[in-house]
């Protein structure tokens, strides 16, 4: 996706009032369906609402870090 097409789309994004999605590890941007490399100045010069998540290359990165901690059985009642 070009430059100019991924400020299009996060500027539509803002006029409509919907929030951004940005990966809070690598800081790519949800859009469309797509997790995408956007300069900060995108986001900054119109002071876009930006709510953060994580995408799935750093989720699948961090998993590799640190396995989630998962109980295989359920607690024993007493």
Partial sequence: MQRSE?????????ESGDLI???????????????????RDALSSIDAPVTHGICPTCLENQLLIEPPRVRLEPPTLI
């Fill in 21 to 39: 999605l940005a990966c809070a590890w690598c800081t790519r941007v949800h859009l469309e369906g797509e997790w995408v490399h956007a300069d």
């Fill in 6 to 14: 991924i400020q299009a789309k996060i500027w539509a994004a803002y």
